[in-house]
């Protein structure tokens, strides 16, 4: 039970810091990347999932 705690709590900080990752790149450098805003959460998401 302790180790599903953690390894849930290890996703939850990857999306977190995705998330504030994300956010602090300007609109050019996301559009370079092939993001948009919209797309953060998401993507935040699917790169907390591979964890």
């Known amino acids: 039970m302790l ?3 953690r390894h849930r709590f290890a996703r939850w900080l990857a999306y977190r810091l995705t998330i ?3 956010r602090r790149l ?3 450098i996301l559009a ?3 993001l ?3 797309e953060i959460r ?3 998401r699917d790169a ?3 964890r």
Request: charged share 35%; net charge negative.
């Open 32 to 34: 370079d990347a092939g």
């Open 48 to 50: 907390s999932l591979r």
């Open 26 to 28: 300007p609109d050019s």
């Open 3 to 5: 180790h599903a705690l």
């Open 36 to 38: 948009s805003r919209e």
């Open 42 to 44: 998401e993507r935040a």
């Open 20 to 22: 504030a990752s994300l």
